[in-house]
Structures are given as C-alpha cells and as structure tokens.
C-alpha cells in the first residue's frame, strides 16, 4: 500500500463505513460534520467515481447539523479494502492494521483523524496531548507497538467501564514528537488536525519533568 492507499484505510477503519448487499452491491462512505468537510473532498479527489453529498438533521446536541458525506458505489474499491484486511462486519471490534505492507506514518494519521483527538488539554498549564478511542483490541495493541517503537514507552491501557472503550494518551515531550512524525510532510489529512499537530509544535514545558 502506497502512502495515499495507507492513511485512506486508516481514515475509513475508523470514522468510515463499507456496506455489502446482494448482487455484488454495496458502497463505502464517510460522513463528518462542516468543519471537516475538507476530507471529503481531498478523498474525492484521489478515489475516482466517487460522489458527495449532503445532509441536515437534529441531534441529541445540536438543531440542523450539516454534514458532507463521501461515497464510493464501486466494487472495485470495496474488493481492494477487503483484501487489505478491511473487515466486513462489526468494524468497531475488528479493526486491525492492514494485511499487507503499508505506510506507518500515513495509516496511524488516518486513524487519528478518524478517532483520535490533538491538542491542548484544558489546565492552567495545558499540556499536549495525542489520543486515540478504541473498541479494537487489535488496534490497541497495534497503536502501543508503533508507541514503543518510536518513543520507547511502555504504556498500559484498560477498558474504561463506561464505554468498553481503550482510550490512549500521550501526552508532554512524547505528544509533540508523534504529531511531528504523523503530520509533517504528510500529503493526506484532516486540515483541524493538521493545524493542532503544527501548534503543539510549539509548546514549550514550563514546568521541570519530574525525575
């Protein structure tokens, strides 16, 4: 998988969807709120014989939310996902890294534009964070191998009882240096979180680590 195909089946692992009906038909979607609409058209652009559309509805949170939806009718494109090792149920449990070779840098920033968050937290000294929600026990594990292999931590997570959830974070010196690897000369991503990861570069600690 080039770098394109990686960060692609890292976004749609996590905030995407692939449905399979009868008669080889199906499609593949993604759908996020306004201000993320950009990936909608990054991925049109580079996925041919795609479409996009939108949509307004009320939620628990808000009245007329706007989203832009990305899909992909084509079998073709489902069929090259699935041998990549996309799952074709319950994706949430069964996400997993790809099968096949594929681009580290550009499949973990899919995933954390897909599920994850970058940023500041809300402290009187806020610190920068990178984080990632998951159902997947094998993305976590996955996501705590690529962690130790570039920073050398150890990290321990558990299932929160609220969610059955994994949520993983990094936070300081560890924070700044994975977002530096994920979305420095990256050429696919999430333009909120491509701005996040360049200001966290910034940070400087004010606070001495504790030794």
């Known amino acids: 998988m080039d770098k394109i195909e990686s960060y692609i089946y890292g976004l749609l692992i996590t905030d ?8 080889n038909r199906g499609k593949v979607t993604l759908e996020v709120g306004e201000k993320d609409e950009d990936i909608v058209m990054k991925l049109f652009s580079v996925i041919p014989n795609s479409g996009i559309r939108e949509r307004t509805r009320n939620t628990n949170f ?7 939806i990305f899909t992909n009718h084509r079998k073709e494109f ?14 949430t449990i069964n996400a997993s890294t790809p099968k096949v070779e594929y681009d580290e840098y550009s499949f973990w ?27 997947s026990e094998s993305l976590k594990e996955e996501f705590l191998k690529f962690l130790k292999k570039e ?11 609220r ?13 700044v240096i994975i977002a530096h690897k994920l979305y420095i000369d990256s050429d696919l991503y999430i333009d909120r ?18 030794t």
């Open 109 to 135: 920033r899919g995933v954390i534009d897909g599920d994850g968050s970058i940023g500041f937290t809300r402290a009187k000294n806020p610190e920068p964070f990178v984080s990632l929600v998951t159902k």
């Open 78 to 91: 489902r069929d090259k996902l699935i041998s990549f090792g996309f799952p074709t149920s319950d994706k």
């Open 16 to 23: 995407g969807s692939l449905y399979l009906t009868t008669r």
């Open 62 to 68: 808000k009245n007329g939310y706007k989203t832009k």
């Open 193 to 210: 979180k491509y701005k996040k990861a360049m200001e966290i570069q910034n940070w400087k600690r004010i606070i001495p680590k504790r």
């Open 163 to 175: 969610d059955n959830v994994y949520n993983i974070v990094i936070k300081n010196e560890s924070a």
């Open 151 to 161: 920073l050398n931590i150890d990290k321990k997570v558990n299932r929160n009882k």
